[in-house]
């Protein structure tokens, strides 16, 4: 075969995927088989080859097929690397902006907010990537943000994961303080807990893609709080950041590859 044919084994497998994401769990190995036209034989090799690199799965009847979750993480890898690189650079504009404040960037993962990019505000240029940092699922503006703007699945899912009582108090004293806390955030479109008595101020912004999908969240944090006359441009700054982040990474993800 000369090196500029395609392969058609990768190309029959494209199709495959193709098909199977436009009918998610919808088809089986015989429909598959009807509509690429291939004999029973290869598109069952094809299948049970995609199978077994969980790039396709099957549904729990066994008899139907969707993408697996090796198709997942690879947009989920490509997405964050997209995320980061381009939070990264705002987060150092933010920082430089606003000397002694920590700029922060999270994402919601399995249930848990995790910390993904975070500035040393000794060193406003440093980017630092936190290895394994969670955050408690109530009491910190960036898991309020993904709590407030998410899915209404994320809080059924941190409220059967986490006990309210072990993880909630004294931040809020009952459910009902949490609920009127995420019904201001959303009027306001953004996260500002009441200063605690340490004097911590924080602040989390939700960064939506093209989707209006939460992909993150965006804010400061900082034990000296601001006065309260520079609060407002400062969370005007975050809010800008947030849309900025949103819209490089939609732009990203919407660019043409490179040419053939």
Known sequence: MPQNQPVQSVLRAIDILGMVAANDGLLNLTQVAERTGLNRSTATNLVRTLVSRDVLSRTSTRANLRLGPAIRDLVTAADARTLIGVAG??????AGRHPGYAAVL???VGGQVRMLLRTDPRFPDRIERPLNETLNPYTKAQSLVFLAFGHESA??????RFSFNDYAKPEFSDPSQLDAALARARRLGYVC??????????VGCPVFDRRDTLVASVGFVTLEPPPESERGALIADVLEAARDIGA????EADAPGPPA
């Open 89 to 94: 650079e705002r987060l150092t504009v933010l």
């Open 106 to 108: 999270t994402e919601r």
């Open 155 to 160: 809080m059924l899912e941190t409220r059967q």
């Open 248 to 251: 490089a990474v939609s732009s």
């Open 193 to 202: 807990p009441p200063i605690q008595p340490s004097g911590m101020f924080r």
